[in-house]
Protein backbone atom coordinates (compact mmCIF):
# COMPACT_ATOMS: atom_id res chain seq x y z
CA UNK A 1 0.00 0.00 0.00
CA UNK A 2 1.38 3.59 -0.98
CA UNK A 3 0.47 5.20 2.64
CA UNK A 4 1.69 4.81 6.17
CA UNK A 5 -0.80 5.32 8.59
CA UNK A 6 -2.42 8.10 10.62
CA UNK A 7 -5.53 8.51 13.00
CA UNK A 8 -8.67 7.61 11.18
CA UNK A 9 -10.81 10.54 11.02
CA UNK A 10 -14.47 11.43 9.94
CA UNK A 11 -15.29 10.19 6.57
CA UNK A 12 -15.53 13.24 3.80
CA UNK A 13 -17.79 13.12 0.91
CA UNK A 14 -16.18 12.82 -2.52
CA UNK A 15 -15.97 15.97 -3.87
CA UNK A 16 -17.61 15.87 -7.80
CA UNK A 17 -15.25 17.01 -10.39
CA UNK A 18 -14.93 19.89 -11.94
CA UNK A 19 -17.63 21.35 -14.30
CA UNK A 20 -15.98 21.97 -18.04
CA UNK A 21 -17.27 24.20 -20.43
CA UNK A 22 -18.41 23.34 -23.95
CA UNK A 23 -15.12 23.58 -26.21
CA UNK A 24 -15.27 26.43 -29.01
CA UNK A 25 -15.61 26.01 -32.64
CA UNK A 26 -11.84 25.32 -33.96
CA UNK A 27 -12.10 28.47 -36.20
CA UNK A 28 -12.62 30.70 -33.44
CA UNK A 29 -9.51 32.32 -32.52
CA UNK A 30 -8.61 33.22 -29.00
CA UNK A 31 -8.58 36.78 -28.10
CA UNK A 32 -6.92 38.48 -25.12
CA UNK A 33 -9.59 39.74 -22.60
CA UNK A 34 -7.20 40.99 -20.04
CA UNK A 35 -4.05 41.41 -18.78
CA UNK A 36 -3.82 41.07 -14.79
CA UNK A 37 -1.13 43.11 -12.65
CA UNK A 38 -0.55 42.97 -9.21
CA UNK A 39 -1.77 46.02 -7.21
CA UNK A 40 0.76 47.39 -5.94
CA UNK A 41 3.04 46.01 -8.51
CA UNK A 42 7.05 45.05 -7.66
CA UNK A 43 9.85 44.72 -9.28
CA UNK A 44 11.46 41.15 -9.20
CA UNK A 45 8.06 39.82 -7.28
CA UNK A 46 7.27 37.51 -10.03
CA UNK A 47 3.64 37.55 -10.14
CA UNK A 48 2.62 34.54 -12.58
CA UNK A 49 4.63 32.18 -11.43
CA UNK A 50 2.27 29.85 -9.82
CA UNK A 51 -1.04 30.57 -11.03
CA UNK A 52 -4.83 28.91 -10.51
CA UNK A 53 -8.68 28.98 -11.48
CA UNK A 54 -11.88 28.15 -9.81
CA UNK A 55 -15.13 29.59 -11.91
CA UNK A 56 -14.61 33.37 -12.45
CA UNK A 57 -12.28 33.51 -9.72
CA UNK A 58 -8.24 33.28 -10.59
CA UNK A 59 -5.43 33.12 -7.91
CA UNK A 60 -1.73 34.57 -8.43
CA UNK A 61 1.20 34.22 -6.38
CA UNK A 62 4.07 36.42 -6.49
CA UNK A 63 6.33 34.56 -3.97
CA UNK A 64 9.64 36.70 -3.95
CA UNK A 65 7.32 40.07 -3.47
CA UNK A 66 8.25 42.07 -0.49
CA UNK A 67 5.72 42.84 2.25
CA UNK A 68 5.68 43.44 6.24
CA UNK A 69 7.11 39.90 6.86
CA UNK A 70 10.50 40.58 5.09
CA UNK A 71 11.99 40.23 1.98
CA UNK A 72 10.91 37.58 -0.49
CA UNK A 73 8.40 36.46 1.80
CA UNK A 74 5.76 36.49 -1.17
CA UNK A 75 1.97 37.36 -1.27
CA UNK A 76 -1.25 36.29 -3.25
CA UNK A 77 -3.95 37.79 -5.34
CA UNK A 78 -7.28 36.81 -6.26
CA UNK A 79 -8.77 38.41 -9.60
CA UNK A 80 -12.56 38.01 -10.13
CA UNK A 81 -14.52 38.54 -13.26
CA UNK A 82 -17.85 40.49 -13.06
CA UNK A 83 -19.58 41.34 -15.84
CA UNK A 84 -16.96 41.15 -18.63
CA UNK A 85 -14.40 42.59 -16.43
CA UNK A 86 -11.62 41.04 -14.06
CA UNK A 87 -10.71 42.77 -11.17
CA UNK A 88 -8.19 42.64 -8.04
CA UNK A 89 -10.23 40.91 -5.21
CA UNK A 90 -8.26 41.29 -2.95
CA UNK A 91 -3.90 40.59 -1.76
CA UNK A 92 -3.37 37.73 0.54
CA UNK A 93 -0.52 37.32 3.27
CA UNK A 94 0.17 35.04 6.07
CA UNK A 95 -0.67 36.01 9.05
CA UNK A 96 2.97 35.45 10.12
CA UNK A 97 4.59 36.08 7.10
CA UNK A 98 8.41 36.24 7.23
CA UNK A 99 11.40 37.18 4.86
CA UNK A 100 12.50 34.43 2.34
CA UNK A 101 9.28 32.23 3.23
CA UNK A 102 8.15 32.56 -0.44
CA UNK A 103 4.27 32.34 0.34
CA UNK A 104 2.63 32.06 -3.31
CA UNK A 105 5.36 29.46 -4.85
CA UNK A 106 2.15 27.21 -5.25
CA UNK A 107 -1.57 28.42 -5.34
CA UNK A 108 -4.59 26.50 -5.51
CA UNK A 109 -8.15 27.33 -5.45
CA UNK A 110 -11.58 25.26 -5.35
CA UNK A 111 -14.95 27.39 -5.49
CA UNK A 112 -14.29 29.75 -2.40
CA UNK A 113 -10.81 28.35 -0.62
CA UNK A 114 -7.43 29.24 -1.75
CA UNK A 115 -4.79 26.86 -0.95
CA UNK A 116 -0.92 28.90 -0.94
CA UNK A 117 1.93 27.47 -0.11
CA UNK A 118 4.63 28.99 1.56
CA UNK A 119 7.76 26.14 0.85
CA UNK A 120 10.61 28.16 3.01
CA UNK A 121 8.61 28.97 6.19
CA UNK A 122 10.26 28.27 9.79
CA UNK A 123 8.13 26.84 12.68
CA UNK A 124 8.80 24.21 15.31
CA UNK A 125 9.31 21.17 12.46
CA UNK A 126 12.58 23.51 11.40
CA UNK A 127 14.01 25.70 8.87
CA UNK A 128 12.24 25.57 5.68
CA UNK A 129 10.17 23.04 6.94
CA UNK A 130 7.18 24.72 4.70
CA UNK A 131 3.64 25.52 5.41
CA UNK A 132 0.58 25.65 3.97
CA UNK A 133 -2.34 28.53 4.47
CA UNK A 134 -5.78 27.69 3.97
CA UNK A 135 -8.01 31.09 3.03
CA UNK A 136 -11.72 31.06 2.66
CA UNK A 137 -14.37 33.61 0.96
CA UNK A 138 -17.48 35.29 2.58
CA UNK A 139 -18.86 37.58 0.66
CA UNK A 140 -16.15 39.31 -1.26
CA UNK A 141 -13.66 38.83 1.71
CA UNK A 142 -10.89 36.29 2.22
CA UNK A 143 -9.65 35.31 5.62
CA UNK A 144 -7.48 32.86 7.13
CA UNK A 145 -8.85 29.61 8.08
CA UNK A 146 -5.70 27.56 8.79
CA UNK A 147 -1.93 26.66 8.35
CA UNK A 148 -1.27 23.46 7.68
CA UNK A 149 2.14 21.43 8.52
CA UNK A 150 3.42 18.11 8.34
CA UNK A 151 3.13 16.28 11.57
CA UNK A 152 6.45 14.77 10.90
CA UNK A 153 8.06 17.89 9.24
CA UNK A 154 11.68 18.31 9.57
CA UNK A 155 14.19 20.64 8.30
CA UNK A 156 14.08 21.72 4.70
CA UNK A 157 11.16 19.35 3.71
CA UNK A 158 9.68 22.56 1.17
CA UNK A 159 6.03 20.67 2.18
CA UNK A 160 3.82 23.25 0.66
CA UNK A 161 5.76 23.46 -2.33
CA UNK A 162 2.98 22.19 -4.46
CA UNK A 163 -0.80 22.32 -3.38
CA UNK A 164 -4.33 21.10 -4.51
CA UNK A 165 -7.21 21.36 -3.62
CA UNK A 166 -11.03 19.59 -4.50
CA UNK A 167 -13.86 20.56 -2.35
CA UNK A 168 -13.10 19.97 1.61
CA UNK A 169 -9.58 17.47 0.24
CA UNK A 170 -6.45 19.23 0.07
CA UNK A 171 -2.93 17.56 -0.91
CA UNK A 172 0.02 19.37 0.12
CA UNK A 173 3.31 18.13 -1.16
CA UNK A 174 6.45 17.80 0.11
CA UNK A 175 8.93 16.91 -2.49
CA UNK A 176 12.31 16.55 -0.40
CA UNK A 177 11.19 14.62 2.68
CA UNK A 178 13.24 11.89 4.28
CA UNK A 179 10.87 8.89 4.63
CA UNK A 180 11.26 5.06 4.51
CA UNK A 181 12.19 5.03 0.70
CA UNK A 182 15.62 7.53 1.41
CA UNK A 183 16.46 11.24 1.79
CA UNK A 184 14.28 13.39 -0.55
CA UNK A 185 12.03 10.25 -1.68
CA UNK A 186 9.17 13.00 -1.30
CA UNK A 187 5.81 12.42 0.56
CA UNK A 188 2.02 14.11 0.09
CA UNK A 189 0.48 14.69 2.69
CA UNK A 190 -3.61 14.77 2.49
CA UNK A 191 -5.87 17.00 4.39
CA UNK A 192 -10.00 16.68 4.83
CA UNK A 193 -12.21 19.54 6.12
CA UNK A 194 -14.88 19.21 8.83
CA UNK A 195 -16.58 22.45 9.09
CA UNK A 196 -13.77 24.83 9.26
CA UNK A 197 -11.24 22.44 10.58
CA UNK A 198 -8.63 20.88 8.98
CA UNK A 199 -7.13 17.40 9.68
CA UNK A 200 -4.61 15.55 8.05
CA UNK A 201 -6.08 12.04 6.92
CA UNK A 202 -2.72 10.21 5.27
CA UNK A 203 0.47 10.47 4.24
CA UNK A 204 1.33 9.42 0.71
CA UNK A 205 4.64 7.52 -0.39
CA UNK A 206 5.87 5.71 -3.51
CA UNK A 207 5.46 2.03 -2.92
CA UNK A 208 8.34 1.98 -4.97
CA UNK A 209 9.83 4.74 -4.82
CA UNK A 210 13.60 5.23 -3.45
CA UNK A 211 16.07 8.39 -2.58
CA UNK A 212 15.99 11.73 -4.33
CA UNK A 213 12.83 10.75 -6.50
CA UNK A 214 10.89 14.14 -5.80
CA UNK A 215 7.69 12.14 -5.24
CA UNK A 216 4.65 15.22 -4.40
CA UNK A 217 6.16 17.37 -7.31
CA UNK A 218 3.71 18.03 -9.47
CA UNK A 219 0.30 17.62 -8.12
CA UNK A 220 -3.24 17.80 -9.57
CA UNK A 221 -6.68 16.93 -7.71
CA UNK A 222 -10.15 16.07 -9.55
CA UNK A 223 -12.88 14.86 -7.20
CA UNK A 224 -11.76 11.40 -6.07
CA UNK A 225 -8.94 11.52 -8.35
CA UNK A 226 -5.42 12.65 -6.96
CA UNK A 227 -2.12 12.59 -9.57
CA UNK A 228 1.09 12.97 -7.86
CA UNK A 229 4.38 13.24 -9.90
CA UNK A 230 7.88 11.96 -9.03
CA UNK A 231 10.22 13.25 -11.83
CA UNK A 232 12.91 11.79 -10.75
CA UNK A 233 11.95 8.60 -10.49
CA UNK A 234 14.03 5.76 -12.03
CA UNK A 235 12.68 3.63 -14.59
CA UNK A 236 12.87 1.09 -17.60
CA UNK A 237 13.73 3.84 -19.26
CA UNK A 238 16.33 5.44 -17.44
CA UNK A 239 17.43 7.56 -14.68
CA UNK A 240 15.41 10.36 -14.16
CA UNK A 241 13.32 9.54 -16.55
CA UNK A 242 10.19 10.25 -14.16
CA UNK A 243 6.73 8.58 -13.06
CA UNK A 244 3.28 9.59 -12.61
CA UNK A 245 1.19 8.00 -9.42
CA UNK A 246 -2.62 8.11 -9.93
CA UNK A 247 -4.67 7.50 -6.39
CA UNK A 248 -8.12 7.17 -6.36
CA UNK A 249 -10.11 7.85 -3.63
CA UNK A 250 -11.93 4.83 -1.32
CA UNK A 251 -13.50 5.86 2.00
CA UNK A 252 -11.21 8.03 3.90
CA UNK A 253 -7.94 7.40 2.29
CA UNK A 254 -6.65 7.35 -0.95
CA UNK A 255 -5.03 3.69 -3.04
CA UNK A 256 -2.80 3.38 -6.23
CA UNK A 257 -4.59 2.90 -9.19
CA UNK A 258 -1.80 3.14 -11.28
CA UNK A 259 1.61 4.08 -11.63
CA UNK A 260 2.08 5.87 -15.38
CA UNK A 261 5.63 6.28 -17.53
CA UNK A 262 6.02 7.63 -20.79
CA UNK A 263 6.37 4.87 -23.34
CA UNK A 264 9.32 6.17 -24.68
CA UNK A 265 10.99 7.67 -21.63
CA UNK A 266 14.49 8.38 -21.59
CA UNK A 267 17.16 9.52 -19.42
CA UNK A 268 16.50 12.62 -17.83
CA UNK A 269 13.15 13.42 -19.22
CA UNK A 270 11.62 14.38 -16.34
CA UNK A 271 8.25 13.12 -17.40
CA UNK A 272 5.49 13.91 -14.56
CA UNK A 273 7.53 17.49 -14.15
CA UNK A 274 4.02 18.76 -14.68
CA UNK A 275 0.54 17.69 -14.63
CA UNK A 276 -3.24 17.68 -14.66
CA UNK A 277 -6.64 15.76 -14.69
CA UNK A 278 -10.31 16.35 -15.44
CA UNK A 279 -12.44 13.61 -15.18
CA UNK A 280 -10.98 10.97 -16.90
CA UNK A 281 -8.47 12.82 -19.10
CA UNK A 282 -4.91 13.18 -17.29
CA UNK A 283 -1.77 15.07 -19.37
CA UNK A 284 1.93 14.68 -17.68
CA UNK A 285 4.53 16.71 -19.79
CA UNK A 286 7.92 15.71 -19.92
CA UNK A 287 9.61 18.96 -20.35
CA UNK A 288 13.32 17.85 -21.07
CA UNK A 289 12.23 15.40 -23.74
CA UNK A 290 14.03 15.23 -26.73
CA UNK A 291 12.61 14.47 -29.95
CA UNK A 292 12.26 15.89 -33.46
CA UNK A 293 12.18 19.59 -32.27
CA UNK A 294 15.55 19.37 -30.79
CA UNK A 295 16.93 18.35 -27.11
CA UNK A 296 14.94 19.40 -24.22
CA UNK A 297 12.24 20.73 -26.49
CA UNK A 298 9.83 18.91 -24.61
CA UNK A 299 6.46 16.86 -24.68
CA UNK A 300 3.14 15.68 -23.13
CA UNK A 301 0.98 12.93 -22.78
CA UNK A 302 -1.95 12.59 -22.61
CA UNK A 303 -3.74 9.46 -20.79
CA UNK A 304 -7.26 8.31 -20.66
CA UNK A 305 -9.22 6.29 -18.44
CA UNK A 306 -11.41 3.49 -18.77
CA UNK A 307 -12.95 1.36 -15.90
CA UNK A 308 -9.93 1.81 -13.54
CA UNK A 309 -7.30 1.69 -16.43
CA UNK A 310 -5.53 4.34 -18.38
CA UNK A 311 -4.00 4.28 -21.33
CA UNK A 312 -1.72 6.61 -23.29
CA UNK A 313 -4.25 8.72 -25.76
CA UNK A 314 -1.24 10.59 -27.61
CA UNK A 315 1.72 12.46 -27.52
CA UNK A 316 1.61 16.17 -28.40
CA UNK A 317 4.62 18.18 -28.89
CA UNK A 318 4.52 21.76 -30.36
CA UNK A 319 4.45 22.52 -33.86
CA UNK A 320 6.58 25.11 -34.11
CA UNK A 321 8.97 23.73 -30.79
CA UNK A 322 12.71 23.71 -30.92
CA UNK A 323 15.43 23.05 -29.03
CA UNK A 324 15.21 24.28 -25.46
CA UNK A 325 12.04 25.17 -25.32
CA UNK A 326 10.68 23.18 -22.18
CA UNK A 327 6.85 22.70 -23.75
CA UNK A 328 5.41 21.16 -21.05
CA UNK A 329 6.46 23.22 -18.11
CA UNK A 330 3.26 24.32 -17.39
CA UNK A 331 0.02 22.10 -18.62
CA UNK A 332 -4.16 21.99 -18.02
CA UNK A 333 -6.96 20.19 -18.89
CA UNK A 334 -10.36 20.65 -19.11
CA UNK A 335 -13.05 18.55 -20.86
CA UNK A 336 -11.47 18.70 -24.60
CA UNK A 337 -9.13 21.36 -23.95
CA UNK A 338 -5.71 21.31 -23.53
CA UNK A 339 -3.18 24.16 -22.40
CA UNK A 340 0.68 23.31 -22.86
CA UNK A 341 3.30 26.14 -21.60
CA UNK A 342 6.31 26.51 -23.05
CA UNK A 343 8.22 29.01 -21.49
CA UNK A 344 11.44 29.17 -22.94
CA UNK A 345 10.08 29.05 -26.40
CA UNK A 346 12.00 31.98 -28.62
CA UNK A 347 9.61 34.07 -30.41
CA UNK A 348 9.36 37.36 -32.41
CA UNK A 349 9.56 39.28 -29.59
CA UNK A 350 12.77 37.59 -28.45
CA UNK A 351 14.23 34.89 -26.52
CA UNK A 352 12.84 33.29 -23.58
CA UNK A 353 9.49 35.42 -24.74
CA UNK A 354 7.41 32.18 -24.18
CA UNK A 355 4.11 30.74 -25.62
CA UNK A 356 1.09 28.72 -24.74
CA UNK A 357 -0.22 26.19 -27.01
CA UNK A 358 -4.39 25.35 -27.09
CA UNK A 359 -5.34 21.73 -28.12
CA UNK A 360 -8.52 20.91 -29.32
CA UNK A 361 -9.66 16.93 -28.77
CA UNK A 362 -12.29 15.61 -31.47
CA UNK A 363 -13.12 12.44 -30.45
CA UNK A 364 -9.99 10.61 -29.40
CA UNK A 365 -7.61 13.08 -31.62
CA UNK A 366 -6.07 16.21 -30.15
CA UNK A 367 -4.69 18.60 -32.59
CA UNK A 368 -2.87 21.87 -32.17
CA UNK A 369 -5.55 25.21 -32.74
CA UNK A 370 -4.31 28.17 -31.04
CA UNK A 371 -0.82 29.60 -30.45
CA UNK A 372 -0.99 31.98 -27.42
CA UNK A 373 1.39 35.35 -27.43
CA UNK A 374 0.42 38.73 -26.49
CA UNK A 375 1.39 41.48 -28.74
CA UNK A 376 3.17 43.03 -25.61
CA UNK A 377 5.25 40.42 -25.12
CA UNK A 378 9.24 41.07 -24.60
CA UNK A 379 12.21 38.63 -24.45
CA UNK A 380 12.68 36.71 -20.93
CA UNK A 381 9.04 37.11 -20.09
CA UNK A 382 8.91 33.39 -19.45
CA UNK A 383 4.94 33.64 -20.83
CA UNK A 384 3.74 30.07 -20.29
CA UNK A 385 4.84 28.95 -16.94
CA UNK A 386 1.96 28.63 -15.56
CA UNK A 387 -1.37 27.76 -17.07
CA UNK A 388 -5.22 27.53 -16.14
CA UNK A 389 -8.75 27.31 -17.24
CA UNK A 390 -11.31 29.39 -16.09
CA UNK A 391 -14.77 28.67 -18.11
CA UNK A 392 -12.95 27.94 -21.76
CA UNK A 393 -10.77 30.62 -21.22
CA UNK A 394 -7.44 30.11 -20.53
CA UNK A 395 -5.39 31.76 -18.01
CA UNK A 396 -1.49 32.19 -18.71
CA UNK A 397 1.58 33.15 -16.45
CA UNK A 398 4.42 35.86 -17.30
CA UNK A 399 6.48 36.01 -14.62
CA UNK A 400 9.08 37.61 -16.21
CA UNK A 401 7.06 41.09 -17.38
CA UNK A 402 8.37 43.98 -17.46
CA UNK A 403 6.19 46.82 -15.68
CA UNK A 404 6.60 50.59 -15.24
CA UNK A 405 6.85 49.51 -11.64
CA UNK A 406 10.20 47.00 -12.31
CA UNK A 407 11.58 44.41 -14.05
CA UNK A 408 10.17 41.23 -14.23
CA UNK A 409 7.14 42.37 -11.71
CA UNK A 410 5.20 39.82 -13.56
CA UNK A 411 1.49 39.43 -15.03
CA UNK A 412 -0.77 37.10 -16.03
CA UNK A 413 -2.99 37.01 -19.67
CA UNK A 414 -6.73 35.92 -19.81
CA UNK A 415 -7.42 34.71 -23.37
CA UNK A 416 -11.10 33.76 -24.19
CA UNK A 417 -12.38 32.65 -27.49
CA UNK A 418 -13.89 35.38 -29.86
CA UNK A 419 -17.64 35.89 -28.88
CA UNK A 420 -17.86 33.79 -25.85
CA UNK A 421 -19.79 34.69 -22.53
CA UNK A 422 -19.58 31.59 -20.78
CA UNK A 423 -19.68 30.86 -17.52
CA UNK A 424 -17.59 27.94 -16.23
Not at 258 to 284: C, I, N, Y
Request: charged residues 15%.
Amino acid sequence: MACSGSSPVAPTPTPSPSPVPSPPNASVPFVQEAKLVAAPAQAGAAFGFALAASDDTVVVGAYLEDTAGGTDAGAAYIFVRSAGSWVQQQRLTASDGAALDQFGRAVAVSGDTVVVGALQADHAGGSDAGAAYVFVRTGTTWREQAKLTAPDAAPDDQFGFLVTISGNTLVAGSHLDDNQNGPEAGSAYVFSRSGTAWTMEQKLVAPDGIADDRFGFPLALDGSTLVVGSYRNDTAGGVDTGSVYVFVRAGTGFTLQQKLAAPDGAPDDQFGRWVSVSRDTLVASSILDDNANGADAGSAYVFVRSGSAWTLQQKLTADDGAESDQFGRSVAVSGELLAVGAYLDDTAAGPDAGTAHVFLRSGTTWTARWRLAPADTAAGDLLGRAVAFSGSAVVVGSEGSDLPAGQDAGAVYVFRPAGSTDRP
